[in-house]
């Protein structure tokens, strides 16, 4: 089999394939980001062709991997995601974050669950049509809801838990929720384009009214403020704001975000007018 050594270890080629698909992305999206051809990269991962160090690192980077995984042929270990019905569950102290391991589970109870949905589901009723709101955005607009509420009004909206990734905060609890969205018929995942870039969207089913019960007036009035602002940016644009924030410039890599770090943040993602406090 053909492998790339890189600091004595070998690069699986089947599996940065089996990732690549996994991710949804293809061989032209990955080609253009590493800086090859689109035949190229074809001949890379029929193994005909060696991954210079340099490329290996720009691939690593896109598909939120270090290069010590590639080698390992696995996924950095991620929480997994457990809904809780009718319980209740205890704060978890900040250190518990600090090196998850497969075993971590992080829970969420049964009525944040319904509340995030119900924010997913006015957001893509509100905009999810747009050429740009893809994956990557609704991730950080997400984030900027939960986050921005949290600095403004020291209460929590969402409450989800944000993993610090390459691209930036990504909603752990996502993954499913969205699963389980589809299975309820409520969206449709569609593979799309934005310009040159691959693109996961997700559609609402026409056919499903809006259920926002669970969302105060305020928090509504929170949640359309931040599309107001936020929903025309890029997948990039976003992303770039998102780094500029502190939760994410003081989390780890792969670390559960800290809402606490909100109050101290830079003027460009401040949206708390303290001096009126």
């Known amino acids: 089999m053909f492998c790339f050594v890189y600091n004595g270890g070998m690069i699986n080629y089947n599996f940065l394939r089996e990732l690549r698909e996994k991710k949804g992305f293809t061989q032209d999206m990955v080609s253009k ?3 090859v051809s689109r035949q190229t990269y074809i001949e890379i991962e029929k193994r005909h062709s060696e991954l ?6 720009k691939l690593a980077d896109l598909l939120d991997i270090s290069l010590d995984n590639i080698i390992a042929g696995k996924t950095e270990s991620e929480p997994e995601v457990v809904f809780e019905i009718n319980k209740s569950i205890k704060k978890s102290k ?4 600090n090196d998850p391991t497969p075993e971590e589970r992080i829970s969420i109870p049964q009525e944040r669950v319904e509340k995030f949905k119900q924010v997913l589901l006015y957001i ?10 893809g994956q990557t955005v609704l991730y950080k607009l997400l984030y900027f809801i939960d986050f921005d509420y949290y600095e403004k009004f020291e209460e929590q909206l969402i409450g989800a838990k944000y993993l610090k990734n390459t691209h930036g905060p990504t909603p752990v609890a996502f993954a499913k929720i969205v699963s389980e969205l589809e299975k309820e018929g409520k969206i449709e995942t569609v593979k799309s384009k934005f310009y040159k870039y691959d693109q996961t969207k997700y559609l609402i089913n026409p056919k499903e009214m809006t259920d926002l019960s669970a ?4 928090e509504i009035a929170h949640i ?3 599309i107001a602002r936020l929903s ?4 990039n644009q976003i992303s770039t704001l998102s780094h500029k924030d502190t939760p994410w410039l003081i989390a780890k890599e792969k670390e559960i975000m800290d809402y606490e770090y909100v109050f101290y943040r830079p003027e460009e993602t401040s949206v708390r007018d303290y001096e009126s406090i």
Do not use: C, F, M
């Open 33 to 35: 980001e590493i800086g």
């Open 52 to 57: 210079s160090i340099s490329q290996a690192k």
């Open 94 to 97: 900040k250190r518990e974050w």
């Open 124 to 133: 893509l009723a509100k905009i999810g049509g747009k050429p740009n709101i």
């Open 215 to 218: 969302l105060s007036g305020a």
């Open 224 to 226: 359309d403020w931040e």
């Open 232 to 235: 025309d940016l890029t997948a």
